[in-house]
């Protein structure tokens, strides 16, 4: 997405892109290297780390569900805003997850996801949350969106056996499941995936927005 709003505004606006993981910003700055000099990144943490400078606009994707305290994001996020400044931010509803047909390692895995989330202190179904969240720290004018992604094939059908995969170290961490387990449904969903005329998804996903009042 930073790559995208940088080339959006073009080479008389700047972007900044923020990530507490060195080797996403690493990996970050390496692709950087081709793109127009507007663009630079930050190794930063939304709730702890100094966010100073003035935004037009603060984009947040996938960023909420995961952090114990949103709202107290959300409110660093508006001091960096210029009046009139707009947030977006994006997050998913963990609940608005399907397959067809009806799947038991599709099951399985959005409990296993739900709790280890549940567990690390973040919020899988904070979608519809949003726009109470913004409207809790000021903003105004305030809209939504809903996207539900889906497919027959492709990318959107096997980002649930990457996400377990990805996950995996940190379920068995915490007790959640054996590493038996997540291999066979890491398996089976992989399987379900690639199956003609099935159909995958992954969470439903809420977009919403809002703007800091011009008179603070």
Same mark, same amino acid.
């Given at each position: 997405?930073?790559?995208?709003?940088?080339?959006?505004?073009?080479?008389?606006?700047?972007?900044?892109?923020?990530?507490?993981?060195?080797?996403?910003?690493?990996?970050?700055?390496?692709?950087?290297?081709?793109?127009?000099?507007?663009?630079?990144?930050?190794?930063?943490?939304?709730?702890?780390?100094?966010?100073?400078?003035?935004?037009?606009?603060?984009?947040?994707?996938?960023?909420?569900?995961? &952090? *114990? /305290?949103?709202? +107290?994001?959300? !409110?660093?996020? @508006?001091?960096? #805003?210029?009046?009139?400044?707009?947030?977006?931010?994006?997050?998913?509803?963990?609940?608005?997850?399907?397959?067809?047909?009806?799947?038991?390692?599709?099951?399985?895995?959005?409990?296993?996801?739900?709790?280890?989330?549940?567990?690390?202190?973040?919020?899988?179904?904070?979608?519809?949350? &949003? *726009? /109470?969240?913004? +409207?809790?720290? !000021?903003?105004? @004018?305030?809209? #939504?969106?809903?996207?539900?992604?889906?497919?027959?094939?492709?990318?959107?059908?096997?980002?649930?056996?990457?996400?377990?995969?990805?996950?995996?170290?940190?379920?068995?961490?915490?007790?959640?499941?054996?590493?038996?387990?997540?291999?066979?449904?890491?398996?089976?969903?992989?399987?379900?995936?690639?199956?003609?005329?099935?159909?995958?998804?992954?969470? @439903?996903?809420?977009?919403?927005?809002?703007?800091?009042?011009?008179?603070?």
């Amino acid at each position: 997405m930073s790559f995208d709003i940088a080339r959006l505004v073009g080479e008389k606006g700047r972007v900044v892109g923020i990530d507490r993981d060195q080797e996403k910003i690493a990996l970050a700055r390496q692709e950087a290297q081709t793109q127009p000099g507007n663009l630079e990144f930050r190794v930063a943490d939304v709730l702890n780390d100094n966010l100073a400078g003035e935004f037009d606009l603060v984009f947040v994707r996938f960023v909420l569900t995961h &952090l *114990p /305290d949103p709202s +107290a994001a959300l !409110g660093r996020i @508006r001091g960096v #805003l210029r009046p009139g400044g707009i947030v977006v931010t994006v997050d998913i509803d963990m609940r608005g997850y399907f397959s067809y047909p009806e799947n038991a390692a599709v099951h399985r895995f959005v409990e296993l996801n739900t709790l280890l989330s549940q567990r690390r202190g973040g919020d899988p179904h904070i979608g519809p949350r &949003l *726009p /109470d969240l913004l +409207a809790r720290n !000021g903003f105004e @004018r305030i809209q #939504l969106n809903v996207i539900q992604p889906a497919a027959l094939e492709g990318d959107i059908k096997l980002l649930t056996p990457i996400t377990l995969e990805n996950i995996a170290g940190a379920l068995v961490e915490e007790g959640l499941a054996s590493e038996i387990e997540v291999g066979a449904l890491a398996a089976e969903l992989y399987e379900f995936a690639r199956t003609p005329g099935t159909v995958g998804t992954i969470p @439903r996903i809420f977009e919403a927005w809002g703007t800091k009042s011009v008179s603070n």
